[in-house]
């Protein structure tokens, strides 16, 4: 199914493509033969009374009945032709409407059958052929924009779609993780508690000593737990380099920036490093899109047993770093792991953005 637009900003467009209506009247009022035709000025004016509701559901009528839709603002523009051959006008909106609702084939086919009638019309009311030459060039180039219109807007809806899923996806994924998480850390240490809280209630009365080692033990176990849930909701909160570039890559496309990508297979990274390299890649996306008026990022990444380099460079504009909030956080993240972070810009260049992290941070 086509998508069907209905934003205002298209209902305005539709609006405004209503003055070239003026056309139509342009024969009357250059030729003389025609200035002083009550009849054509008539036949003119009951053809458009006819068209506007015609063409007003034109780009919001169902698949079924668009070609109906299409041939009947032709119909009209063929029947006003022998009073005034300004009904090439309303062929003009017949073959937009037709690039714009039929597929290209379809919509092909319909734009030179209506060039061939409307060739036709004026040879048996005795005119010259060079409107049909008018209608060819400007019909097609109405039509080739119509289809191209439509395609765009396919592309751009599949593109949401897509986002959408991956988004989808992502959520999921992630949900289903700090599931697994929290079961592997929480499951065996809940279980020990309450182990050793049913022993402790049964040593209570025979042996106080006991029980109360055990309720140590208890206490011990559970400000451990209390720690490891702190660090894995540290972990949870982090997004994964991976995910973060494919998030990386639709937000990108989104704006119009290609991305290309150099990256290594990578060893196992701790998650307080792979939480930097991330936030680091979504900060610089982020200004990319905000800021550099790019049209290519290019995202790297070397490792080896002792580091990883992340590099990530834009030809945009360029210009002299002034440090912000996010800058200045993505040096101090970068810096606590002992990394280092460099920025080379230049006006009309483009910016690179290299990030050093050493694979185990310091205690």
């Known amino acids: 199914m086509e998508p069907q637009t209905t934003n205002s900003d298209f209902k305005l467009w539709r609006k405004v493509n209503l003055v070239y209506l003026v056309f139509a009247f342009f024969p009357m009022v250059l030729n003389p033969q025609l200035r002083g035709d009550w009849v054509a000025w008539l036949a003119t004016l009951v053809a458009i009374a006819l068209f506007l509701p015609i063409y007003w559901v034109s780009y919001t009528a169902p698949p079924s009945r668009q070609l109906l839709t299409c041939g009947a603002i032709a119909a009209l523009g063929l029947a006003l032709t022998p009073f005034n051959y300004g009904g090439n006008t309303l062929l003009i909106f017949a073959m937009a409407a037709a690039g714009y609702g039929l597929p290209w084939q379809r919509a ?24 049909t030459l008018m209608l060819a060039v400007i019909g097609g180039m109405v039509l080739l924009g119509a289809t191209m219109s439509r395609l765009q807007e396919r592309r751009n809806a599949e593109m949401k779609l897509t ?27 809940l279980s020990l508690i309450a182990i050793k809280s049913e022993l402790a209630g049964k040593l209570l009365s025979r042996d106080a000593s ?17 720690g490891e849930v702190r660090e894995a909701v540290t972990g949870i909160r982090a997004t994964g380099f991976a995910a973060e570039l494919a998030a990386a890559r639709l937000s990108l496309l989104s704006a119009g920036v290609s991305l290309d990508t150099k990256v290594e297979q990578m060893p196992e990274l701790a998650a307080d490093i792979e939480s930097a390299l991330a936030m680091s890649l979504r900060e610089a996306v982020t200004n990319v899109v905000r800021h550099a008026q790019a049209d290519r990022v290019e995202v790297e990444v070397e490792s080896s047993p002792r580091a990883v380099l992340l590099q990530i460079s834009d030809d945009g504009r360029g210009a002299t770093i002034a440090p912000g909030n996010g800058l200045t956080g993505m040096r101090e993240r970068v810096e606590k792991l ?18 050093w992290l050493p694979m185990v941070a310091p205690a």
């Open 338 to 355: 002992g990394g280092q972070l460099s920025i080379d810009s230049a006006q009309g260049v483009g910016t690179r953005l290299r990030i």
């Open 163 to 189: 986002q959408d899923e991956v988004k989808r996806l992502a959520r999921m994924a992630e949900r289903e993780r700090i599931g697994r998480d929290l079961h592997d850390l929480l499951g065996h240490t």
């Open 210 to 226: 006991a029980a109360a080692t055990q309720i140590a033990d208890i206490e011990a176990i559970a400000r451990k737990a209390l």
């Open 108 to 131: 092909v086919l319909f734009g030179t059958g209506a060039v061939i009638a409307y060739a036709v019309t004026l040879h048996f009311s005795g005119t010259p052929q060079i409107p």
